[in-house]
Every structure is written in C-alpha cells, then in structure tokens.
C-alpha cells in the first residue's frame, strides 16, 4: 500500500517568514494530494490541494509542489500569520478503485510573533 | 450546508468494555469514511463505505471493531471489548464521491483506562 513521509514534525517561524513542509510517497500510480490543516483539538480542514497533471497550484499565501518523478510534494506558506499555527497533514490518494488517502505523520507549526 | 456531525464528543471506558460511536454524514454524500488519529499521527483510515456497501475495511481490527452503514446514511462504528491502545479520536469524514475532497466531522475523543 501506499506510504507517506513528512519533514519536518515541528517547525517554528517568525512571523512573516516563509514555511515550507516536504512529503514523499511510495506509490508512483497515487495522483491526489491534498494538504489538511488541524488547529488543536478540531477537525482536519482541506486548506489546498493537487492532482497529478499539475506541477504547482497556488491560492494566495499558499502553494503546493509537485514533483511525480521524485514522487515528494512540497506546501509552501508564505507571509506567515500567527493564525497560521496548526498541525498539517499531507496525504496522497491511492491508486486502487477505493481511493483511501493515507496521511503523513503531520507536521506542528508554530509561527512567532 | 450542514457539516459532518459526530457524536458522543468524548467518551471514557474502562478496557473490555463496549463503545459506540455515531456518524451522519453530510447530506448526499454517498462516500462516508471512518478514521482512527492516535495523537501525534495523522488520521488513519479504517473502513470506507460506498452508499451501505463497505469499499474497504483492510485496516479494521474485525475482531473487535465492526461498522456499519446499513440505509446509506448514518453510521456506527463499534468497539467490542476495548483495549488501552484504542484511545485515540476517532473522525468520520463524507465525501459526494470517492474521487471528491472529504469532509471531517468534529471526532469522537476516546480514552481506555
């Protein structure tokens, strides 16, 4: 099955600094990755996402990379804001007929005022 | 439009005992998902339902959790008997279909002692 690692697991910025969260994934057939953003003790919320046919998607402050032949995708951030601060998630979608996303291990952000 | 609702919020069991946790979806969503989220890690998928048929459920320990969806609707998800490591926050999320983006819904806290 499908594998996702991510990088780092915690990362602290100064405000309007730039942020950047790297993931790889096994399955060279997965073509959906989407980034969730989970603030403490709510529920994970899709905040960008990518299809395979897509190098890079950009939606204000925020933008996704990816890279098939190295099979990693990139979220940048920049701008940061200190409501920025979350835990997020990378996933990937597997190739199968039911298309589960498997989730990296998440990545906890801290932006610094 | 109304989101995904989850409810209990928080349960707490002693281990061996039974558990229920109930999900309703968000209206017309055919796709209804069940997710375990350990803390720390991401959301792991558990069982996936199309309508009221099961689409996968590889990663479901059968032989203490069981789901089902029978009207293709609302959900249930079950815990018979309870061990320490189930404690985690247990998320269902519904989709219009398997290929469009997921809706979490708040999660269910559970903790074994």
């Known amino acids: 099955g499908e594998n996702v690692e991510q990088h780092p697991s915690t990362l602290s910025v100064q405000e309007g600094d730039s942020a950047v969260i790297k993931c790889t994934y096994s399955?060279?057939?997965?073509?959906?990755f989407p980034w969730y953003k989970q603030e403490l003790g709510k529920r994970p919320q899709l905040i960008i996402d990518?299809?395979?046919?897509?190098g890079e998607k950009k939606d204000q402050r925020i933008a996704v990379t990816l890279n098939k032949t190295a099979k990693h995708f990139s979220l940048h951030i920049t701008e940061t804001q200190p409501e920025d601060s979350a835990v997020y998630f990378c996933a990937a979608t597997s190739s199968g007929s039911a298309r589960q996303l498997t989730f990296g291990s998440g990545t906890q952000l801290t932006v610094l005022p | 439009e109304a989101g995904v609702a989850q409810s209990p919020r928080y349960k707490i069991i002693e281990k061996r005992q039974s558990v229920a946790f109930w999900c309703n979806p968000i209206s017309g969503h055919a796709t209804l998902y069940w997710y375990q989220q350990i803390l720390g890690q991401g959301p792991k998928l558990l069982i996936q339902?199309?309508?009221?048929?099961?689409?996968?459920d590889s990663q479901l320990p059968k032989d203490r959790f069981s789901a089902e969806r029978l009207k293709g609707v609302d959900s249930t998800l079950k815990i018979q008997p309870a061990k320490l490591e189930d404690s985690a926050v247990y998320l269902c999320?519904?989709?219009?279909?398997?290929?469009?983006?997921?809706?979490f819904g708040p999660g269910t806290r559970l903790t074994v002692t």
């Open positions: 990518i299809r395979s046919n897509v």
């Open positions: 399955d060279s057939a997965s073509n959906y």
């Open positions: 999320a519904s989709s219009f279909s398997n290929r469009d983006e997921q809706y």
């Open positions: 339902f199309q309508n009221n048929g099961v689409v996968d």
